[in-house]
């Protein structure tokens, strides 16, 4: 999911990008270009977004899971 998010944020900038090449006729798009750019300049890398938060919850439930798994296997064993 870590990538899922990286790749989000990178279509941000190309799309901030490619927008703010246009030229200044302020349209829909030019508006929607600067607000996407102001939102990932606020953005910081300490800063984590609802999927960063998302993949980090299921991988703390896999590895949660994994140990239950190998607790019972050693319970069995015993």
Known sequence: MRTFGKAMLISLFATGAVL?????N??????A??????TVEKMTP???GPMEEMGEDM????????ESAEDMK???EN
Not at 20 to 24: E, H, M, N, T, Y
Not at 33 to 38: R, S
């Open 59 to 66: 991988d703390n439930a896999y590895d949660n899971a994994k």
């Open 26 to 31: 302020d349209g829909p798009a030019e508006k």
């Open 74 to 76: 050693d319970a069995a």
């Open 46 to 48: 300490d800063t984590q």
């Open 20 to 24: 703010a090449g246009c030229d200044s």
């Open 33 to 38: 270009g600067e607000k996407i750019d102001k």
